[in-house]
């Protein structure tokens, strides 16, 4: 009957197990992100699970449930202790009463003293609990830390290429505006210059029309003799006497 069980038992977990492998086989993007809904991190249990007798799992009765019933689990044990002592398997010599003592002094010191051990070795494991949980979520903030600093340092690199065309239209400016500071003083000097070559001209015309209304009236000066200057003067002063009025 057993055997039967346990060939079933294989049968049914079988394809249990090819639909696994092929699972497993399958190509999984890493890159992409944890459904933690679908498929929470694994959190280590805090207390231990569920057991019989002090030592036997619930799982192991509950394997037996769907097959055997509830009293499947007890007749089975009955039946492999009894199997074990009939076959002389288990011997039940001086040393097996000697494992029940020492079992009896297990138990009795798991009640006595398990309470306090078990508080002790939770507290050291809280501790070092602790101390991993800390790590991590040091690890993990200096981590985003770093993430943002380097957005940051990204975010001031793609600014760099802003600054070096601002840099590059001020430099420009002030090219046009050196550029423009040049032709102005070309433009002055050589204003000052044209100034200068008109002034020079209007001078030479001035001094060229003093010297020849000069060189004219000298000439005409030792042109007129005595004589007719004489003449001339009292023609003047009979052109007066006429245009004077006759009553005077």
Known sequence: ?????????????????????????????????????????????????????????????????????????????????TYLCSKEILVMEHEFYTGITILIMVVFAVKKFGKGVAAYLDKEIDEIEGVWVNYRKSSIDSIKKAIEEEKKSQWEAQGQSILFDAKRENIAIQLETAYRERLANVQSEVKKRLDYQLEMANVKTRIEQKHMVDWIVNSVRTAITPAQEAAALKQCFADLKALAPKDA
């Open 1 to 81: 009957m057993l055997s039967r069980l346990a060939l079933r038992s294989l049968q049914e977990a079988k394809p249990v197990l090819l639909g696994i492998r092929s699972t497993s086989s399958t190509a999984v993007n890493k890159s992409s992100e944890r459904d933690e809904v679908n498929f929470p991190h694994p959190v280590r249990p805090i207390e231990p699970g569920k057991v019989r007798m002090g030592f036997i799992p619930e799982e192991w009765f509950k394997f037996f449930y769907p097959k055997t019933g509830v009293t499947g689990p007890y007749m089975f044990g009955i039946g492999l202790t």
